[in-house]
Each structure stands twice: as structure tokens, then as C-alpha cells.
């Protein structure tokens, strides 16, 4: 059963790339990873690439990088800390709100332009509605 969600997982993030650098992730870390990643889809509607960077400083921290490229913004965020987990939490909340920022934006300015026709239009006296 496991395994059945993993290799679903995997073919709806074909598009997903670890880079690590003087870390060996464990199975376990990577499938939460993955997780993460995968609930982030309701949020975009198109993903063209996704990148996950792990390295471990000399400290014994971990550093994290996720970037989520889409065809027309990239959305980037990095994390330091203690566990690969905790990162990826906090990288994924402000992934969320750079995304959410994004499209309440877009909505903002369909709404303004919306406004700005309906007050160039010319309706005739005589019309009926």
C-alpha cells in the first residue's frame, strides 16, 4: 500500500530534483519532502519544475532551498535549521503565501479592469433591460 503511494507520488512529481550536497537524505525525510511538495499542487495550477536543495553546513545545520519554477513566476524561498523537516515547513507556509500574494493580486487587477470598461461604456437612455 506504501508503495502504491509512493510511485504515485513519484509520477505526479516527475518534475521534482533533489540536489544534495555532503548529505545522505533518508528515505523517510525524502518521502516527507515529497508529501510537502505534493500538497503545494492545490495552490498552482501549473508546475514546470520543482528543485529541492539540501546541503549540510560544518555547523551539522541543514540548509534548504525549494524552488517552484511555473511559467511565469518562480517562487523561491531557503531555510536553515536543525532538521531537513522543520525547514520544509517553514519554506512551505512562505512558498503558500508567495503564491497566494501572487493570485490576489492577479484577481486585484482583473477586478480594476473590470471597473474601468464598465465606466467607459456608453449605454443609450432608450435601452430597455
Known amino acids: 500500500m506504501e508503495k502504491e503511494k509512493m510511485a504515485k507520488a513519484k509520477k505526479e512529481n516527475k518534475n521534482l530534483r533533489f540536489l544534495l550536497k555532503n548529505v545522505v537524505l533518508e528515505e523517510k525525510s525524502k518521502e516527507y519532502v515529497i508529501k510537502k511538495i505534493g500538497k503545494m499542487e492545490k495552490f498552482l495550477q501549473k508546475s514546470l519544475n520543482v528543485e529541492v536543495e539540501i546541503a549540510l553546513d560544518k555547523k551539522g545545520k541543514f540548509y534548504v532551498e525549494v524552488m517552484i519554477k511555473t511559467p511565469y513566476k518562480l517562487y523561491r524561498a531557503t531555510q536553515i535549521s536543525e532538521s531537513v523537516e522543520v525547514s520544509v515547513d517553514i519554506i512551505m507556509e512562505e512558498l503558500q503565501k508567495q503564491i497566494t500574494k ?14 474601468s470598461i464598465k465606466k467607459k461604456i456608453v449605454i443609450s437612455k432608450d435601452a430597455r433591460f
Open 102 to 115: 501572487d493570485k490576489d493580486r492577479f484577481k486585484d487587477i482583473r477586478k480594476r479592469g473590470a471597473r
